[in-house]
């Protein structure tokens, strides 16, 4: 079975830095992109930043030139290094992979989206 944990999350004081982990684990034949989601309160959740399995990255235009994203395709795990954070960058984040088992692979099946548990990043003013 396929589990994606995240690490990371806390209370920061604007303009700090925060860095989440995500890592994946079971039976894992592949996986393509990583990626990190947030919602908060109230508002739909958005695609923060996603990185390929080559290492090609996308962010939203709200967090560029302050987050990083990153992997480590040894460890099956991605990382969001936070910079400079507002208090608009309070959310749950959410870490997802598009990846496929070898139960997956050997049926034909997949890639699947998977989703981790998630975790509270929130900044004070």
């Known amino acids: 079975q396929v589990q994606l944990v995240e690490s990371g999350g806390g209370l920061v004081q604007a303009g700090g830095s925060l860095r989440l982990s995500c890592a994946a684990s079971g039976d894992i034949f592949g996986i393509n992109a990583m990626g990190w989601y947030r919602q908060a309160p109230g508002k739909q959740r958005e695609l923060v930043a996603e990185?390929?399995?080559?290492?090609?990255?996308t962010y939203a235009d709200s967090v560029k030139g302050r987050f990083t994203i990153s992997r480590d395709n040894a460890k099956n795990t991605v990382y969001l290094q936070m910079n400079s954070l507002k208090p608009e960058d309070t959310a749950v984040y959410c870490c997802?992979?598009?990846?496929?088992?070898?139960?997956?692979?050997?049926?034909?099946?997949?890639?699947?989206?998977?989703w981790g548990q998630g975790t509270q990043v929130t900044v004070s003013s």
């Open positions: 997802n992979a598009d990846l496929a088992s070898y139960e997956d692979y050997e049926g034909g099946n997949g890639p699947y989206d998977y």
């Open positions: 990185i390929t399995a080559g290492g090609i990255t």
